[in-house]
């Protein structure tokens, strides 16, 4: 949070809505992934942009559409949170401020009703 006001220039004109969501963001990736780096940070926000601007879009899958990129970055998360759990298992470093292990097996479950579409972790 500190970071993110630590950027505002004086006089600069600020959009809240782009603010709260990348607080969201870096909340969210920070406490579920265990993630602090502002490169992982930025790269999670640009995916999750994507995803949420093709969702919003019309649904056809070809490349260069809104919405094959909104799934192509859907992928890309699953992939990240599914390779982030497997490193914490073969670890076993879970801490008490991340809850990924809990949900480590709710993600599993989701790919396997989606036939292993969220990546190669297996």
Do not use: W
Request: charged share 25%; proline share 2%; glycine share 6%.
């Amino acid at each position: 949070m500190l970071q993110t006001l630590s950027n505002f220039k004086d006089g600069e004109v600020v959009l809240l809505q782009d603010i709260c969501r990348k607080v969201a963001i870096h909340l969210m990736v920070n406490q579920l992934l265990g993630v602090s780096s502002q490169s992982e940070v930025n790269e999670m926000s640009q995916f999750f942009s994507d995803f949420v601007d093709g969702c919003l879009s019309v649904p056809i899958n070809l490349p260069g559409f809104t919405y094959h990129k909104a799934m192509k970055a859907r992928k890309e998360i699953i992939c990240k949170i599914n390779k982030t759990i497997e490193k914490r298992l073969q670890n076993k470093a879970a801490s008490d401020e991340s809850i990924l292990l809990p949900v480590s097996s709710h993600f599993r479950l989701v790919e396997d009703i989606e036939g292993g579409s969220g990546g190669s972790y297996k």
